[in-house]
């Protein structure tokens, strides 16, 4: 594939690899081609890890380093992107910049659907999106908003909510649009010359590429091809290479002979007739969409009928990647059961023409073409020419309806394409055709529907009976693959519903306009509610931060919102992440074998085979590991490699090593391990509980009598809640190498970790070495939260051993589905609550039980489980209030920390008990609640920590305020009263948070500052630069301290040589610490030149500098921060865990489709206390990055297992993370102004956690809108609705009339087809 060619032969590294399936956009290339036809150039973006090499003659392809660097000119998407700081760790930027380089390519002023359909097929982990956006937004005309026109004044965003200024003071801006360079085309890279040549003037002849394992034939002539599937009818077409790319991938496909037609000029014909159009089978998905656009804007509409179906999906199937090289043949051909175009194809009846040696022929799409799972009814040795896509006819209606996880760049769970022809005149059908995907194996038919309502006129009474016929005839079995049964068969009868709102609506205007007479009665607004679409158009956003206080000198950066520091380097590919390294003299790969038994023993690891292997080297067990054979957490051992027994799918077992990762994966394949199955694993919490299966200790805290307390309330009402995990989805997955030195038992190992002593110290440890034999360096990191401590350096410690054994160098950069199954996630939960209150809303007493899903071994569970008590109390003061907490083992894989660490399980048990007392009460504004129930003044938490409240309030009533709650909360009502089947809904959520570590000494940190003799500085601390920004920051404090400007100091890498002993970039402590620890050693050292100063007041800086070093004054220091005394006592449940709060509001605001459980988060205000921040720009880049991964936590990321504990979910295709549809229409977010905070440094706080359970306002806010469209059920009160709210869990919760149709499974009597987890 292209990636490995350009990163590995090529060494362009800018180019990154994120899935390696077509899923995240990391891997973003331009191709461009010359067409001789008509003279043009075509600039398409592609994903290289799907696209063959061997396809590429004639093609121009542009990467990252092509359009712009730090060395000549960076280009303006690079520059921008960086300034509106829209990378943080910047492993998805060169794919967002070459999304958006090629989009404006094509069209130099885009607008903003435009941009957000560039960028729809790119991930990121980090940022949110909005900077990204806001970023590209200003190359669009459209945006009429003055922050991008660099114009602060009278902003148009300020609104009322703009604190007063005065008419000359402009609100501080996050970027200065006036500092962006121009796009200038004309600075662009030209299209290759000589290619054009080539193309012109050089005859097209057929390639031949041999390879050792499979021949790659290009044919330029229909004849060749035919003759070609003639004599090898099994060898796939590669076109786009979507389908047979990830088979080949990921499913273990081979083929020997491939075969590659995109050369051959009749499948690329476009014709034109009065009946329809025939669009060539290797048109890529793009190039269609675009050719019907125009046909749509060409044609009368009534004729455009199937046309604009087609175009409905087009708009939302994969990425722009994908549709940029996806055909048309190939969608058809794959035959997958949920092909969006498939249904409609067939729906529309359109016709493939097909040809082979035996001649041409014409077949007509329809269910008898869809024969099973990836099959169709074309010969083996047949080839798809093109399709005939008809006009419609008078009288002809068609639509298409999709619901998929995702709003875009998601395969559906339901797709649909449903045709409709009335008699002349008349309402009568006279055809009906229904095609659904995602409901069998393949593109089915709903035939018997159909007749039973041909003949019939289209009202009430046949759809009615239609939906009973349709329930019989589209039945799925309780397993089948792929879950979600019952939604399933809901959205098949809610998506005809929404078809038949469509159809009633077009008979009533055909009566209107006179071409139909009939007695129609016209769709109210509120029935008609079911057609219109969710509102999609994003809106400008605010961002408001305080301004640094007037007399701050100008050179002082801190306050200010300064970019990321390796922002351009990152935008232009240059940065360096760990798998960017170059290749060592020597290296191996190194891929790990893991269990696929969830608990077995294990009899024996036979390697022979995978020692035949070429290129496999050597085979590590834990046989070979020379020292300490399992790392020890919180008191409990697990294996580095597992020894006598596997305790999950995924367990690592043993790891090969060979000069290729190829090689190392075929040897991996071949490893043969035998198992004898143990009994009864345990996968759930439930089964956990039953058998007693928990790590030890459990916890409990306890404030007041709860028992007695529940005898004196009102009211009593016991609820609980799900909360699913989460997987990291850093887009880097886990990456190392090691190098032996070859002398005195050295080693230097790059990692991309959060902890790299804590790598060091394990390694040594594995080893048998002492720890300052290893030396651990970290660069960046390209994502990790929470997701790269502990399990990289267990990974880590493997490496090393390959390393040690084999005295070479060892790579370790896992596949991401690897790194799925291997390394964990956030912890499920199941949370339990029982919650007292008073009439008036008072809660009195609470008693919650939380069991979280540890998986197969303890990890950081046990401090999971205590974080999650310690925040049980979110921001309420319940004077009764108990909370217990146990970590399940389970045959899982393990599970780890991750952002909140607890925290955003705790809190959503404790928000959903509020929610459930609201309901209990009828208070359709559960705000109230949490306002009686809020500390009011300063107080002890139940660990008997004292804090004062006052700034939480301020954020709760800011929040209120700008989000100008109380008058939508009545405009939400008044939309819920006018619209049946979309509900609108909205909910305010408070934060306290805890901010350090309450093991005290984890809180400390160091740093080392060198002063050269020219002036220039090098910073080293502790904290590892994940995105968070921490280098920035510390590069803003060295500044201040040392009165100089930033651009005279550089911070190095995180390197255990340099700065020993280290704590975890975590708990949202790291600036907290490792600023103060910069600090001190530039204080000591600005102090050590006060008497070149003295000497020499009007020296500069380079002169001082100088002086010390001729006055034998030392330039170099070490800083130390002993960090805050933090202890929590089990035993007596008091203490003081943590330095201070960090806390905040927010109110999100949803509309649901209560038909298909799809949503749309209309608006988001953020208020946060963060104290006076340091730098604005990353400190909302947390808060924004933090709420959509909150977002993607709540709402849509859900991982999914086997009955047998084998994870499905290993990548972008099956597990969803936001992408840029997901992030609210209006999002703003205000810090709060005034606020200090004596307890970290300059009196910021610490904010890389919090926010993420904000998200929750979302789940809460689909919550309410639930429950508006549960009301019009006749259901009122408390109802349960797990986490995530996905579209499923949504759509079934709001209770229509599809839903309540579909018959319930009975429990026990099928195996479904995934766990229900946690
Ligand atoms: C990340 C991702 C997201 C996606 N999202 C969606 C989605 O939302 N909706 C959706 O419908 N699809 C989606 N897809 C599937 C995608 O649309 C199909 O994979 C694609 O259309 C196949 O076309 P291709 O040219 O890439 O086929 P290839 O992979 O090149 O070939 C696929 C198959 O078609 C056969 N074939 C190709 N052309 C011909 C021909 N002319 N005659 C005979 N046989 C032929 C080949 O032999 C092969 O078996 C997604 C795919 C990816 C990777
Ligand atoms: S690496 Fe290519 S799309 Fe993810
Ligand atoms: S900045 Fe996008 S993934 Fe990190």
């Known amino acids: 594939m292209l990636l490995s060619y350009l990163r590995e032969r090529l060494r362009l590294t800018g180019t990154k690899y994120g899935c390696g399936g077509g899923g995240c956009g990391a891997c973003t290339v331009m191709v461009s081609r010359y067409q001789p036809s008509t003279k043009t150039i075509l600039h398409y973006s592609a994903n290289a890890c799907l696209l063959p090499v061997c396809q590429l003659q004639g093609a121009a392809v542009t990467t990252v380093e092509g359009i712009g660097n730090t060395k000549t000119r960076v280009h303006p998407v690079q520059e921008r992107i960086a300034k509106a700081h829209g990378s943080q760790c910047g492993f998805c930027t060169p794919g967002m910049v070459m999304s958006m380089y090629t989009l404006l390519r094509n069209k130099p002023q885009p607008n903003m659907e435009d941009i957000t359909e560039a960028l729809g097929g790119n991930l990121c982990r980090c940022t949110g999106y909005r900077p990204i956006v806001d970023g590209c937004k200003t190359f669009s005309q459209e945006s009429n908003c003055c922050q991008a026109n660099g114009n602060g004044a009278g902003c148009c965003l300020n609104g009322d909510s703009s604190p007063q200024r005065s008419e000359n003071e402009l609100p501080p801006q996050l970027f200065d649009q006036e500092d962006l360079l121009p796009l200038d085309p004309t600075q662009d890279l030209i299209f290759p010359p000589e290619l054009i040549l080539m193309a012109e003037t050089e005859p097209q002849v057929s390639q031949l590429f041999r390879g050792d394992r499979m021949v790659w034939v290009s044919p330029v002539s229909l004849e060749e091809l035919i003759q070609l599937k003639t004599s090898h009818p099994q060898a796939p077409l590669v076109m786009g290479n979507t389908n047979i790319g990830p088979d080949i991938k990921f499913k273990g496909a081979w083929h020997p002979i491939i075969i590659s037609?995109?050369?051959?000029?009749?499948?690329?014909?476009?014709?034109?007739?009065?009946?329809?159009?025939?669009?060539?089978?290797?048109?890529?998905?793009?190039?269609?969409?675009?050719?019907?656009?125009?046909?749509?804007?060409?044609?009368p509409e009534e004729k455009t009928e199937i046309y604009r179906s087609l175009l409905q999906q087009l708009g939302n199937l994969g990425g722009q990647q994908i549709r940029n090289v996806a055909t048309i043949g190939g969608n058809i051909v794959s035959a997958y059961p949920n092909s969006d175009l498939n249904p409609v194809f067939a729906a529309g009846n359109c016709i493939l023409n097909v040809a082979s040696k035996r001649g041409r022929q014409e077949i007509l799409l329809n269910k008898d073409f869809f024969v099973g799972f990836g099959k169709t009814s074309l010969k083996p040795d047949e080839v798809v020419l093109s399709v005939f896509i008809p006009v419609s006819r008078q009288g002809e209606f068609m639509r298409a309806f999709r619901q998929a996880p995702r709003k875009e760049n998601a395969l559906a769970t339901v797709t649909t394409g449903m045709r409709v022809m009335f008699t002349e005149g008349s309402s009568v059908v006279k055809e009906l055709s229904i095609y659904y995907g995602g409901v069998g194996p393949c593109t089915v038919s709903a035939t018997k529907t159909c007749a039973a309502v041909i003949g019939r006129k289209w009202d009430e009474q046949t759809l009615s009976e239609a939906y009973t016929q349709l329930l019989d005839e589209i039945s799925l079995s309780p397993s089948h693959p792929g879950g979600q049964v019952e939604f399933r068969r809901s959205l098949t009868l809610s998506l005809l519903f929404k078809f038949n709102l469509q159809m009633l609506h077009k008979l009533w205007e055909m009566v209107w306009t006179g071409s139909l007479f009939a007695q129609l009665v016209d769709l109210s607004e509120e029935i008609s509610s079911g057609i219109h679409p969710l509102p999609k158009q994003l809106l400008p956003s605010l961002q408001e931060f305080q301004a640094v206080v007037k007399d701050q000198s100008g050179d002082d950066p801190v306050g200010r919102p300064i970019m990321h520091r390796s922002a351009i380097s990152q935008a232009t590919g240059e940065a360096v992440y760990c798998d960017d390294i170059p290749k060592m003299e020597g290296e191996l790969h190194l891929v790990l074998v893991t269990s696929t038994r969830p608990h077995a023993k294990i009899?024996?690891?036979?390697?022979?085979?995978?020692?035949?292997?070429?290129?496999?080297?050597?085979?590590?067990?834990?046989?070979?590991i020379p020292g300490k054979k399992f790392r020890t957490f919180t008191g409990i051992d697990e294996d580095i490699l597992a020894q006598n027994e596997v305790s999950c799918v995924g367990h690592m077992v043993c790891a090969v090593v060979a000069d290729t990762r190829n090689q190392a994966k075929r040897g991996a394949a071949v490893v043969k391990i035998g198992y004898e199955d143990l009994p009864g694993p345990v996968f759930t919490?439930?089964?956990?509980?039953?058998?007693?299966?928990?790590?030890?200790?459990?916890?409990?805290?306890?404030?007041?009598?709860?028992?007695?307390?529940?005898?004196?309330?009102?009211?009593?009402?016991?609820?609980?809640?799900?909360?699913?995990?989460?997987?990291?989805?850093?887009?880097?997955?886990?990456?190392?190498?090691?190098?032996?030195?070859?002398?005195?038992?050295?080693?230097?190992?790059?990692?991309?970790?959060?902890?790299?002593?804590?790598?060091?110290?394990?390694?040594?440890?594995?080893?048998?070495?002492?720890?300052?034999?290893?030396?651990?360096?970290?660069?960046?990191?390209?994502?990790a939260f929470g997701g790269k401590v502990t399990k990289t350096s267990i990974i880590a410690c493997i490496t090393s051993v390959a390393a040690w054994k084999t005295g070479r160098a060892v790579r370790c950069v896992l596949e991401r589905g690897e790194d799925m199954l291997i390394t964990g996630a956030r912890h499920p939960v199941l949370g339990k609550h029982k919650?007292?209150?008073?009439?008036?809303?008072?809660?009195?007493?609470?008693?919650?039980?939380?069991?979280?899903?540890?998986?197969?071994?303890?990890?950081?569970?046990?401090?999971?489980?205590?974080?999650?008590?310690?925040?049980?109390?979110?921001?309420y003061n319940v004077p009764n209030l108990r909370g217990r907490s146990v970590a399940c083992k389970t045959n899982l894989p393990s599970n780890t920390a991750f952002r909140g660490f607890g925290v955003p399980q705790s809190m959503l048990v404790t928000e959903n008990m509020i929610n459930d007392v609201a309901m209990m009460l009828g208070c359709n504004a559960e705000e109230q609640i949490r306002e009686i129930n809020m500390y009011k003044e300063v107080s002890l938490t139940h660990y008997k920590f004292e804090f004062d409240p006052k700034n939480l309030l301020r954020c709760w009533d800011e929040c209120k305020e700008k989000s100008d709650y109380d008058r939508r909360r009545k405009s939400i009502g008044q939309f819920n009263q006018q619209n049946r089947w979309k509900k609108r809904g909205m909910a305010t959520i408070p934060i306290k948070y805890?901010?350090?570590?309450?093991?005290?000494?984890?809180?400390?940190?160091?740093?080392?500052?060198?002063?050269?003799?020219?002036?220039?500085?090098?910073?080293?601390?502790?904290?590892?630069?994940?995105?968070?920004?921490?280098?920035?920051?510390?590069?803003?404090?060295?500044?201040?301290?040392?009165?100089?400007?930033?651009?005279?100091?550089?911070?190095?890498?995180?390197?255990?040589?340099?700065?020993?002993?280290?704590?975890?970039?975590?708990?949202?402590?790291?600036?907290?610490?490792?600023?103060?620890?910069v600090k001190d050693a530039c204080e000591t050292l600005y102090q050590r030149l006060e008497p070149v100063r003295k000497q020499n007041p009007e020296g500069t800086w380079q002169i001082w500098v100088n002086s010390a070093f001729i006055q034998k004054i030392s330039l170099s220091a070490t800083g130390y921060y002993r960090g805050h005394d933090l202890?929590?006592?089990?035993?007596?449940?008091?203490?003081?865990?943590?330095?201070?709060?960090?806390?905040?509001?927010c109110c999100s605001e949803v509309e649901v489709d209560c038909l298909t459980g799809d949503y749309r988060t209309v608006r988001t205000d953020i208020v946060m206390d963060i104290g006076r921040?340091?730098?604005?720009?990353?400190?909302?880049?947390?808060?924004?990055?933090?709420?959509?991964?909150?977002?993607?936590?709540?709402?849509?990321?859900?991982l999914k297992f086997s009955p047998s504990g084998v994870l499905y979910t290993r990548g972008p295709s099956q597990y969803k993370i936001p992408a840029v549809c997901d992030i609210p229409l209006q999002f703003n977010v205000y810090l709060l102004s005034g606020s200090d905070n004596p307890h970290a440094i300059y009196s910021s706080k610490g904010i890389g956690e919090p926010v993420l359970f904000l998200g929750s306002s979302v789940f809460f806010a689909i919550k309410d809108a639930v429950a508006a469209s549960r009301v019009e059920a006749g259901m009122v009160g408390p109802f349960t609705l797990d986490s995530p709210a996905t579209p499923e869990r949504t759509c079934l919760a709001c209770n229509t009339p599809f839903t309540q149709k579909i018959p319930a499974s009975k429990q026990g009597s099928f195996q479904p087809w995934a766990l229900n987890i946690p």
């Not at 709420?1187 to 859900?1198: K, R, V």
């Open 603 to 624: 009899l024996d690891i036979d390697i022979s085979e995978a020692l035949q292997v070429p290129g496999v080297v050597d085979v590590i067990t834990s046989k070979d």
């Open 994 to 1077: 805890g901010i350090a570590f309450s093991d005290g000494f984890l809180n400390q940190a160091a740093s080392l500052v060198h002063i050269y003799k020219d002036g220039s500085v090098l910073v080293s601390h502790g904290g590892t630069e994940m995105g968070q920004g921490i280098h920035t920051k510390m590069q803003q404090v060295a500044s201040r301290e040392l009165h100089i400007p930033a651009s005279l100091i550089h911070i190095t890498e995180t390197n255990t040589s340099a700065v020993p002993n280290t704590c975890p970039s975590a708990a949202s402590f790291g600036t907290d610490a490792n600023g103060m620890a």
């Open 1127 to 1145: 202890h929590m006592d089990w035993e007596k449940q008091e203490g003081q865990p943590y330095a201070y709060y960090t806390y905040g509001a």
């Open 685 to 783: 919490v439930e089964e956990a509980i039953e058998k007693q299966s928990f790590f030890l200790p459990k916890r409990m805290i306890e404030q007041g009598n709860v028992d007695e307390a529940f005898d004196k309330v009102d009211h009593i009402y016991e609820g609980a809640i799900r909360l699913g995990g989460q997987e990291h989805f850093y887009m880097e997955t886990q990456s190392m190498v090691v190098v032996p030195s070859g002398e005195e038992r050295e080693l230097k190992v790059y990692l991309s970790c959060q902890h790299p002593t804590y790598a060091q110290e394990s390694i040594a440890e594995t080893l048998g070495i002492p720890s300052n034999r290893v030396s651990c360096h970290v660069k960046r990191v390209g994502g």
């Open 835 to 875: 919650v007292g209150f008073m009439n008036n809303g008072r809660i009195m007493a609470a008693d919650l039980h939380y069991y979280a899903n540890s998986g197969n071994t303890a990890d950081e569970s046990l401090l999971v489980i205590e974080k999650i008590l310690l925040h049980l109390d979110n921001a």
């Open 1173 to 1198: 921040s340091i730098n604005p720009s990353v400190d909302i880049g947390q808060i924004e990055g933090a709420f959509i991964q909150g977002l993607g936590l709540y709402t849509m990321e859900e």
């Open 261 to 299: 037609p995109t050369r051959v000029q009749e499948l690329f014909k476009v014709t034109k007739t009065p009946q329809g159009v025939c669009i060539g089978a290797g048109c890529s998905l793009s190039v269609v969409k675009a050719l019907l656009e125009g046909l749509v804007q060409e044609i």
